[in-house]
């Protein structure tokens, strides 16, 4: 560890501890000398001045919180005596000129993706099989019982084999701290078998609790979100059983598939439950028409494409008070060389852009998207409030622990993935990406509603800060997770791809590690590495419902 403490911003009135730091210690910083008074954990922060009761604390240089009672130099700040603030925001004059960084690197490289008609690009292949409503959740087990083992999309099922050893074990006569204490074999999960059509990933299962009940706007939103997989270019086609009463219609998801893809001609299978009858119809229906549909999609091969083709969803979850120093600028750098390249990013999670408002409006292009990104996130925020809530209750107790101790704080390092970029288009959920550049897309900070969110608007690649860890991925996009710190990394390495605990540590800048990570992008895209999520089959997936989700 080549240093102890860090200053985010010149204008910040605290600091961050990278290791334990007892109280009592003389810390020094930039010549600066500051005794503390309290313990400070790592990843905490302490103040550098004293700041009187009602004073702004200030880090990343905005507002982020506001003394409970005085908190003295070499403070620990905690919720017992700060609590959360964070600057009003106007829409005005953009200011969006910003520094490119250098891409030459990267200017004629490709990856190895599949192309779609409409000019998309898929960093996978897969074949969906989709329920209308949560009626048809059953049926949609049975097919998947039917056809993931036989086409050899299974997976080793490795608990499985240690429990029965250990089942053996007891019928033995095994006596329980046998049962508790014994080595078993057993490998992380593994393919099980040849597939029968190698072009294609995998069929994945998108089933939800959906499509009736609630009111109209939420199906409808829901057949936007369906629609957003089935166009999806990392999606061949789609099986789609419909019990045909529910209120997410066909006919909508259909209107839905036409607003993200005037031009659609995917292989697509939709089923009408009541219309067929028996269930036993229904299902041999649905294999025969999954099956040719699998035909059609194994014809299609991988081929280059330019960088420019990919979109990514920058995500967080499990974040830690390193996620705002290390991992979110290390990717936000490298959202910067895609958007050079000519690529999109997609930065969501709305309650976690508290703050931070008036940066990104002023990044706008132009008024009408300031304008339209000031009114989702005030609406938003008057939704929480009204429901009792607020984007001030945001920071989950992980977070809290971790020196994460208000919303805007969460929120400020949250912000770091979006980079420097100009923002070229805001969306609203579950709009789709049509603008090269950085987008803005609103959706709760949530981790699975959000990566849902960002994948149904056309992510094809996602990368996903943690610092405490999380397993979470995607049904059809590689979920790339990357760990805040090195402890971490360690510690959770079955589920953890990427360490950017280096840049804590004094050992990568924010740039060598943004640039590591675009190079790895390039090879998951191209379908050379297989991802932790992917290999576990972390198959998340949860619509958002527009009620308030923090």
């Known amino acids: 560890m080549k240093q102890r403490i860090i200053k985010v911003h010149p204008a910040d009135n605290v600091l961050v501890a990278l290791v334990d730091l007892p109280a009592g210690e003389a810390v020094e910083y930039k010549g600066d000398s500051y005794t503390l008074t309290d313990f400070i954990p790592a990843k905490h922060k302490f103040a550098i001045a004293d700041i009187a009761e009602g004073g702004e604390i200030i880090m990343y240089g905005v507002l982020v919180g506001k003394a409970k009672s005085p908190i003295p130099v070499g403070g620990l700040l905690s919720t017992g005596n700060v609590v959360h603030a964070a600057s009003s925001f106007l829409t005005g004059s953009s200011h969006t000129d910003w520094h490119k960084p250098d891409v030459s690197k990267w200017q004629s490289q490709t990856f190895n993706g599949y192309h779609r008609e409409d000019g998309s690009v898929g960093t996978a292949n897969y074949w969906l099989v989709i329920p209308m409503v949560f009626c048809e959740n059953r049926n949609i087990e049975v097919l998947q019982e039917a056809l993931v083992k036989p086409l050899g999309y299974g997976r080793k099922k490795t608990y499985e084999i240690k429990a029965q050893q250990l089942i053996g074990m007891i019928k033995a006569g095994g006596e329980i701290n046998e049962v508790l204490y014994t080595e078993i074999d057993g490998d992380t999960a593994q393919s099980t078998g040849n597939k029968l059509f190698p072009n294609v990933d995998g069929i994945k299962f998108l089933s939800h609790t959906g499509g009736c009940g609630g009111t109209?706007?939420?199906s409808t939103t829901l057949c936007g979100l369906l629609a957003g997989y089935i166009t999806h270019p990392n999606v061949a086609g789609a099986t789609v059983l419909s019990l045909g009463c529910q209120n997410a219609e066909v006919r909508t998801l259909q209107e839905e598939i036409s607003k993200r893809s005037p031009e659609f001609n995917k292989p697509l299978y939709i089923l009408d439950q009541q219309k067929t009858g028996k269930?036993?119809?229904?299902?041999?229906l649905a294999i025969r028409q999954t099956l040719a549909g699998l035909m059609q999609a194994n014809k299609i091969t991988r081929k280059p494409a330019p960088l420019s083709k990919l979109v990514i969803g920058l995500e967080c979850g499990g974040s830690d008070g390193f996620s705002g120093i290390s991992a979110?600028?290390?990717i936000g750098y490298t959202s910067d060389l895609l958007v050079t390249l000519g690529g999109s990013v997609i930065l969501s999670e709305f309650p976690e852009l508290c703050g931070v408002e008036q940066n990104l409006i002023d990044r706008c292009l132009d008024k009408d998207k300031a304008e339209r990104f000031a009114s989702l996130v005030s609406s938003y925020s008057q939704?929480?409030?009204?429901?009792?809530?607020?984007?001030y209750m945001n920071p989950s107790p992980g977070n809290i622990k971790d020196g994460l101790i208000t919303d805007a704080i969460k929120s400020a390092g949250a912000a770091k993935k979006g980079g420097t970029s100009p923002v070229a288009d805001v969306l609203d959920y579950p709009e789709k990406v049509?603008?090269?550049g950085l987008n803005l897309l609103c959706t709760p900070g949530n981790d699975v509603e959000s990566t849902t969110a960002e994948v149904g608007s056309g992510a094809n690649v996602v990368l996903f800060t943690t610092g405490l860890g999380t397993p979470t991925g995607n049904p059809i996009v590689p979920v790339v997770k990357i760990a805040t710190n090195t402890?971490?990394?360690n510690k959770m390495s079955d589920i953890i791809d990427i360490n950017t605990g280096t840049i804590v540590e004094g050992?990568?800048?924010?740039?060598?590690?943004?640039?590591?990570i675009l190079d790895y992008v390039i090879k998951v895209a191209s379908g050379e590495i297989e991802v932790s999520a992917v290999r576990h089959g972390q198959d998340d997936f949860i619509p958002w419902k527009r009620g308030v989700s923090l």
């Open 383 to 391: 939704r929480a409030e009204e429901a009792g809530s607020g984007f």
């Open 328 to 330: 979110n600028p290390a």
């Open 216 to 218: 109209r706007q939420d």
């Open 507 to 516: 050992d990568e800048t924010i740039e060598q590690a943004g640039e590591r």
């Open 434 to 436: 049509t603008k090269p």
């Open 487 to 489: 402890t971490l990394f």
């Open 279 to 284: 269930e036993a119809d229904l299902m041999e």
